[in-house]
């Protein structure tokens, strides 16, 4: 069946450095690969996606890219700040726009 | 500024209740769904709707029911509450060929 999944539970930075957040698939069909950012105590925001016949997409400071060739999803944050500080959650779109979604990552910025 | 709420943030239920979880969105979206969030799971989806009076289970829907009778409203109904739905309870709604959603803030739900 379909799987999202996340490399490592946790990831720590330190303020000002770059963070890349590591994401496998399996689920080739999907149309869109879509990154989400969840505050404590919010529900999660959209932060970028990618659609399938893309390898790459950049927002203001992050970058998603795509390699169908191992199913994997990267989001790098250039600059990590603390307000970047949440769970990062990968997910993948089916049909009428359903979602499934990784397990989280926590990301932890040092001052 | 674009919106999806949620009734309640917190309830506090006993088992066996019916409980009544209300989502709204002020998008005019087609797409409504209903995810649980519980530590190291994720998000997971119980049910969605792309249209009025239209619904399809997700991957978790047993023990739950939905309702959609306008377009805007999308509700999760527990017909009768047991402890392992203690949970967060999130509300997203979307529009069609996008990967975007907009989620609501999440009710917290304790069965006891």
């Known amino acids: 069946g379909e799987s999202v999944g996340l490399h490592l539970p946790t990831l720590s930075v330190q303020e000002g450095d770059n963070s890349i957040i590591n994401c496998a698939y399996s689920?080739?069909?999907?149309?869109?690969f879509i990154w989400y950012k969840q505050e404590s105590g919010k529900g999660p925001q959209f932060i970028i996606d990618?659609?399938?016949?893309?390898d790459k997409r950049q927002g203001q400071r992050v970058t998603v890219l795509l390699n169908k060739t191992v199913k994997h999803l990267s989001l790098q944050i250039a600059a990590t700040q603390p307000g970047d500080s949440a769970v990062y959650f990968c997910a993948e779109s089916g049909a009428n726009s359903k979602l499934t979604f990784g397990k989280g990552i926590t990301l932890s910025v040092r001052p | 500024d674009v919106k999806v709420t949620q009734s309640s943030r917190y309830l506090v239920k006993r088992t066996g209740e019916k409980v009544f979880l209300e989502c709204v969105q002020d998008m005019d979206h087609e797409n409504m769904f209903w995810y649980r969030q519980d530590p190291g799971l994720g998000l997971r989806l119980i049910y969605f709707s792309y249209d009025v009076k239209m619904k399809e289970k997700g991957d978790i829907p047993e023990g739950y029911s939905v309702s959609r009778e306008k377009k805007e409203r999308f509700s999760l109904i527990l017909e009768s509450a047991s402890t392992n739905q203690t949970s967060m309870y999130l509300c997203?709604?979307?529009?069609?060929?996008?990967?975007?959603?907009?989620f609501g803030e999440g009710s917290r739900l304790t069965v006891l």
């Open positions: 997203a709604s979307g529009g069609v060929n996008t990967g975007e959603l907009f």
């Open positions: 990618i659609r399938s016949n893309m």
């Open positions: 689920n080739s069909a999907s149309d869109y």
